[in-house]
């Protein structure tokens, strides 16, 4: 099986990350804005979407997993 995740908006991003994963300033340096697609892996690997690649541009800790399913109601896949 490969590598699965859960996708969701940049403003959805911007309401489960905490300061001490990767700083809101830092998402908005890198291009994350509210209409934003971005994913995470099971891994906790956050990925924005450009138009022609995904982009690793930080990770989650902790308890991530349940704080993207309680945010967007999506499973990894």
Partial sequence: ?????????????????????????????????DDS????????DVELRRADRWDVIGGLLGDFAERLRRETGREFV
């Fill in 37 to 44: 697609l971005v994913r995470v892996n099971a891994e906790g």
């Fill in 1 to 33: 099986m490969g590598t699965t995740f859960i996708e969701l908006s940049g403003g959805a991003l911007l309401r489960v990350v905490s300061d001490e994963e990767i700083p809101i300033d830092e998402l908005r340096r890198l291009g994350v804005a």
